[in-house]
C-alpha cells in the first residue's frame, strides 16, 4: 500500500505541478496578449503619426513647387520687361539722334532763310 499512497502522492504533486504550469502559461499567454495590444496600438499612433507628417510635407512640397513655378513666371517676365526697356532705349536713342539731326537741319534752314531774307531786307 505504500507504493500505491506513494503513486497517488506522485500523482497528486503532478496535477499541482501542472495546474500551476496551466496558471503560470494561462498568465504569460495574457501577459503576451496585453503586450501584443499595446504594441499595436502604439504601430498605429506611429503610423497614423507618420501619415499625417506626410500629408503635411506633400503640401508643404505643393506650395514649395508653387512658389517655384511663380518664381519662375516673374523671371520671364522681368526678362520681358528687361529687354522691352532694352527696346525701348535703343528706339529712344534712336528718336534723340534723329530729333539732333533735324534740329541742325532745321537751323541749317534758319540760316538760309535769314541770308535770302537779309538782303531783301537791306534793298527796301
Do not use: H
Not at 61 to 77: F, M, N, T
Request: with cysteine.
Amino acid at each position: 500500500m505504500s507504493t500505491e499512497m506513494d503513486l497517488i502522492s506522485v500523482r497528486l504533486q503532478l496535477l499541482e505541478s501542472i495546474a500551476q504550469l496551466k496558471a503560470e502559461r494561462d498568465c504569460y499567454v495574457e501577459r503576451i496578449q496585453e503586450e501584443g495590444r499595446v504594441w499595436k496600438d502604439k504601430t498605429e499612433q506611429l503610423l497614423a503619426q507618420l501619415s499625417r507628417l506626410c500629408t503635411e510635407q506633400e503640401t508643404r512640397l505643393g506650395d514649395l513647387e508653387r512658389q517655384v513655378e511663380s518664381q519662375a513666371q516673374e523671371e520671364e517676365d522681368r526678362r520681358r520687361m528687361l529687354e522691352d526697356v532694352q527696346s525701348d532705349k535703343a528706339t529712344i536713342s534712336r528718336a534723340l539722334t534723329q530729333n539732333r539731326t533735324l534740329k541742325d537741319q532745321l537751323a541749317e534752314l534758319q540760316n538760309g532763310f535769314v541770308k535770302l531774307v537779309r538782303p531783301k531786307n537791306i534793298l527796301i
